[in-house]
């Protein structure tokens, strides 16, 4: 699929049938290709145990199927209904604070109920036994957001019993436990498996490596939860691409793993949703307040079509002002086309727009869709009918793999929360600021994770690789590629210990570094870090005191160890000895750049550019016009060489 198809999310359920063939038509009429439905169904179809009403959901694919539509089912497994709750209350997740979260809203069950695994897959074989060779249906959607509301974690007694099975299976005896836990620190040893309780309500912090394996072992339980769907969706369900809608922004669970067992990797852009929560500066968020980042699309797009090998969707796409956020503002007119050919432009091979008629009652009132809820067109139903009519005027492209990677590991991220060592320590968003800064330099980016090929990049970047195994680092040197190491990387094992060589551990050949000491400094330190050519840039956070005999390219201005290494480079990595932020950060990307024979390019703050097979996009996410540089001559498919406010540009390349 190299053309962009578009979607909508769809509720029948919540209408009067009578509307129904007259939104598919106007589905149709709007461009639309996909339909989304039934993930929050399983109360409605099945209201009691064993009493199925299915023909309201068969005239509905009947109708869409018939209009020209393609359905993508969904099972129902995120919400389910009272009378399962009620027959097993042991089902419900239970929040770090031991309170048990309770049936009114959705995702109120625990990845670890064992009872709960085999009444999903129950409901999923009925869905997939009744719609699995409906010739209407064409792909699956597995349960929805998995950490949504907080719930891949859950402090149940499902899941401390499940810990404990982990645990013995990973460990096979309770000495190998305790040496690797370190139980000798505090004297907190166990003589049983059965002894161990979960890392939540305790006086202190928990033990680190007990954290990070209860991460680890959470994560397990979405992956045999979704794998158990993906089975039965391929048995009964042949042939058709199955996905699930992963959040934007959330780390909480292996993506990488679980990706693994999906055709198509899917998930749910909220770029204004998502905006004010972010770490931008007050002014960052003011002038982007009705853009969102520009980096936001990007980022994620890039994330998951890497994880899905080139196959990656939207499944909902933010239409205007959400209903969940802390405030929420309408986007600009034009955002929507952009934020679609942006995910486009990032490889996106479908967009699906949340949802098709704003919801009149329940809790998602304020929420906008396509339609208002007496069924006149929003703003975004404008855009997308805008976007539908372009796409005829762009022939077929691929993306291309990028010459630069960035590593995105998910246990280092745990890690790094687990053990902070600095209160305001950025962790996952140094990876964001990373990538923004590269593309801001106009590079187009691929990830990567611990398992991934990493033959054939130039450039590799690890800006927050806490965990480095044995087998990464024997990748990463295999690879030939330049690197780009930030700090903490191999800082910790696998087992979250010290390596016996110092940090960066398994690194230290690549990177002619070990790390004395660290510490993290408050923003009233005003320390800097001189470069070679004099220029300095303020910093605080994060900071390492190193021994190498690399060549050293800036140091510390400080009152501590004034002098000492703060940007080392050996014949094939560059160490960053501090977390760089800002300007100083990307000059530091800029030199690691030049030094991997990259050449950076430079435009408007608030112009993006990127490049879909032999098309080139750029993005304006500005309020004023902007020139896009370097395209006389150009053929311009879509727009011009001027960019306008909120607007798109698409030319050929050759």
Same mark, same amino acid.
């Given at each position: 699929?190299?053309?962009?198809?578009?979607?909508?999310?769809?509720? @029948?359920?919540?209408?009067?049938?009578? /509307?129904?063939?007259?939104?598919?038509?106007?589905?149709? *009429?709007?461009?639309?290709?996909?339909? #989304?439905?039934?993930?929050?169904?399983?109360?409605?179809?099945?209201?009691?145990?064993?009493?199925?009403?299915?023909?309201?959901?068969?005239? !509905?694919?009947?109708?869409?199927? &018939?209009?020209?539509?393609?359905?993508?089912?969904?099972? @129902?497994?995120?919400?389910?209904?009272?009378?399962?709750?009620?027959?097993?209350?042991?089902?419900?997740?239970?929040? @770090?604070?031991?309170?048990?979260?309770?049936?009114?809203?959705?995702?109120?069950?625990?990845?670890?109920?064992?009872?709960?695994?085999?009444?999903?897959?129950?409901?999923?074989?009925?869905?997939? +036994?009744?719609?699995?060779?409906?010739?209407?249906?064409?792909?699956?959607?597995?349960?929805?957001?998995?950490? *949504?509301?907080?719930?891949?974690?859950?402090?149940?007694?499902?899941?401390?019993?499940?810990?404990?099975?982990?645990?013995?299976?990973?460990?096979?005896?309770?000495?190998?436990?305790?040496?690797?836990?370190?139980?000798?620190?505090?004297?907190?040893?166990?003589?049983?498996?059965?002894?161990?309780?979960?890392?939540?309500?305790?006086?202190?912090?928990?033990?680190?490596?007990?954290?990070?394996?209860?991460?680890?072992?959470?994560? $397990?339980?979405?992956?045999?939860?979704?794998? =158990?769907?993906?089975?039965?969706? +391929?048995?009964?369900?042949?042939?058709? $691409?199955?996905?699930?809608?992963?959040?934007?922004?959330?780390?909480?669970?292996?993506?990488?793993?679980?990706?693994?067992?999906?055709?198509?990797?899917?998930?749910?852009?909220?770029?204004?949703?998502?905006?004010?929560?972010?770490?931008?500066?007050?002014?960052?968020? #003011?002038?982007?307040? %009705?853009?969102?980042?520009? *980096?936001?699309?990007?980022?994620?797009?890039?994330?998951?079509?890497?994880?899905?090998?080139?196959?990656?969707?939207?499944?909902?796409?933010?239409?205007?002002?959400?209903?969940?956020?802390?405030?929420?503002?309408?986007?600009?007119?034009?955002? !929507? %086309?952009?934020?679609?050919?942006?995910?486009?432009?990032?490889?996106?091979?479908?967009?699906?727009?949340?949802?098709?008629?704003?919801?009149?009652?329940?809790?998602?009132?304020?929420?906008? =869709?396509?339609?208002?809820?007496?069924?006149?067109?929003?703003?975004?139903?404008?855009?997308?009918?805008?976007?539908?009519?372009?796409?005829?005027?762009?022939?077929?492209?691929?993306?291309?793999?990028?010459?630069?990677?960035?590593?995105?590991?998910?246990?280092?991220?745990?890690?790094?929360?687990?053990?902070?060592?600095?209160?305001?320590?950025?962790?996952?968003?140094?990876?964001?600021?990373?990538?923004?800064?590269?593309?801001? /330099?106009?590079?187009?980016?691929?990830?990567?994770?611990?398992?991934?090929?990493?033959?054939?990049?130039?450039?590799?970047?690890?800006?927050?690789?806490?965990?480095?195994?044995?087998?990464?680092?024997?990748?990463?040197?295999?690879?030939?590629?330049?690197? /780009?190491?930030?700090? %903490?990387?191999?800082?910790?094992?696998?087992?979250?210990?010290?390596?016996?060589?110092?940090?960066?551990?398994?690194? &230290?050949?690549?990177?002619? !570094?070990?790390?004395?000491? !660290?510490?993290?400094?408050?923003?009233?330190?005003?320390?800097?870090?001189?470069?070679?050519?004099?220029?300095?840039?303020?910093?605080?956070?994060?900071?390492?005191?190193?021994?190498?005999?690399?060549?050293? /390219?800036?140091?510390?201005?400080?009152?501590?160890?004034?002098?000492? =290494?703060?940007?080392?480079?050996?014949?094939?990595?560059?160490?960053?000895?501090?977390?760089?932020?800002?300007?100083?950060?990307?000059?530091?990307?800029?030199?690691?750049?030049?030094?991997?024979?990259?050449? @950076?390019?430079?435009?408007?703050?608030?112009?993006?550019?990127?490049?879909?097979?032999?098309? =080139?996009?750029?993005?304006?996410?500005? #309020?004023?016009?902007?020139?896009?540089?370097?395209?006389?001559?150009?053929?311009?498919?879509?727009?011009?060489?001027?960019?306008?406010?909120?607007?798109?540009?698409?030319?050929?390349?050759?």
């Amino acid at each position: 699929m190299s053309k962009l198809e578009l979607g909508v999310c769809y509720y @029948p359920e919540q209408w009067d049938p009578s /509307l129904w063939r007259e939104d598919a038509q106007r589905m149709v *009429d709007m461009g639309i290709d996909w339909v #989304r439905i039934a993930e929050f169904t399983w109360g409605l179809i099945e209201p009691k145990r064993g009493a199925f009403h299915w023909d309201w959901l068969d005239e !509905v694919i009947d109708i869409l199927g &018939a209009t020209g539509l393609q359905v993508m089912m969904s099972t @129902p497994t995120a919400a389910p209904p009272k009378w399962l709750i009620d027959a097993h209350p042991e089902i419900l997740p239970v929040g @770090p604070d031991g309170r048990v979260r309770g049936y009114g809203s959705r995702r109120h069950y625990c990845f670890s109920s064992t009872v709960y695994l085999e009444k999903a897959k129950r409901i999923a074989t009925e869905y997939a +036994r009744r719609y699995g060779q409906n010739p209407y249906v064409k792909a699956w959607q597995i349960d929805n957001e998995y950490n *949504d509301h907080d719930t891949v974690l859950s402090y149940s007694e499902a899941a401390r019993d499940g810990f404990r099975l982990w645990l013995a299976e990973k460990y096979g005896t309770i000495e190998a436990l305790n040496d690797t836990w370190g139980a000798a620190f505090w004297g907190l040893s166990y003589t049983s498996f059965d002894q161990i309780e979960l890392p939540n309500g305790l006086v202190a912090m928990a033990n680190p490596t007990q954290s990070l394996d209860f991460a680890q072992y959470s994560s $397990d339980r979405v992956k045999l939860f979704n794998r =158990a769907q993906v089975e039965i969706l +391929r048995k009964h369900s042949p042939g058709r $691409d199955i996905t699930h809608n992963f959040m934007a922004g959330s780390f909480e669970f292996d993506h990488h793993d679980v990706a693994k067992d999906l055709d198509i990797i899917g998930f749910d852009s909220y770029p204004l949703g998502n905006l004010l929560g972010s770490t931008l500066t007050d002014a960052e968020k #003011r002038h982007y307040l %009705r853009t969102g980042a520009p *980096d936001y699309q990007g980022f994620h797009c890039d994330l998951y079509r890497s994880q899905g090998d080139g196959r990656m969707w939207i499944l909902e796409q933010q239409p205007g002002p959400v209903d969940w956020a802390e405030k929420n503002p309408s986007p600009a007119d034009g955002m !929507v %086309r952009l934020w679609t050919w942006a995910a486009y432009a990032h490889g996106a091979q479908a967009v699906m727009f949340f949802r098709w008629r704003q919801a009149k009652y329940a809790q998602e009132q304020f929420h906008t =869709a396509l339609l208002r809820s007496d069924g006149s067109p929003d703003q975004a139903a404008l855009e997308v009918a805008q976007v539908a009519r372009e796409r005829a005027l762009l022939p077929d492209a691929t993306r291309r793999k990028a010459r630069v990677a960035v590593m995105l590991d998910y246990q280092s991220i745990w890690a790094a929360d687990i053990l902070p060592h600095d209160d305001a320590f950025p962790n996952a968003q140094i990876v964001r600021e990373w990538y923004a800064e590269l593309r801001a /330099l106009g590079m187009d980016l691929d990830f990567v994770g611990p398992d991934s090929d990493l033959a054939g990049y130039t450039l590799i970047v690890l800006p927050q690789n806490m965990i480095v195994t044995a087998a990464l680092a024997t990748s990463l040197r295999e690879s030939g590629a330049k690197l /780009l190491i930030g700090a %903490r990387s191999g800082s910790k094992t696998a087992q979250m210990h010290t390596p016996h060589n110092l940090a960066p551990g398994v690194l &230290a050949d690549l990177a002619a !570094v070990r790390v004395l000491r !660290v510490e993290s400094l408050p923003d009233l330190a005003e320390e800097s870090v001189r470069l070679k050519d004099g220029t300095a840039f303020g910093f605080s956070g994060w900071r390492e005191v190193i021994e190498t005999d690399a060549e050293v /390219l800036a140091t510390f201005a400080s009152d501590y160890r004034d002098g000492s =290494a703060a940007v080392v480079r050996s014949d094939r990595a560059t160490y960053v000895a501090m977390v760089p932020r800002g300007a100083l950060l990307r000059a530091i990307l800029k030199d690691a750049l030049d030094w991997a024979g990259l050449i @950076p390019t430079s435009c408007h703050a608030d112009l993006r550019i990127t490049q879909r097979g032999d098309l =080139a996009f750029a993005f304006n996410f500005g #309020r004023e016009p902007i020139s896009v540089p370097d395209t006389a001559g150009r053929p311009f498919l879509i727009g011009t060489s001027t960019v306008p406010a909120y607007g798109v540009a698409v030319w050929r390349i050759l």
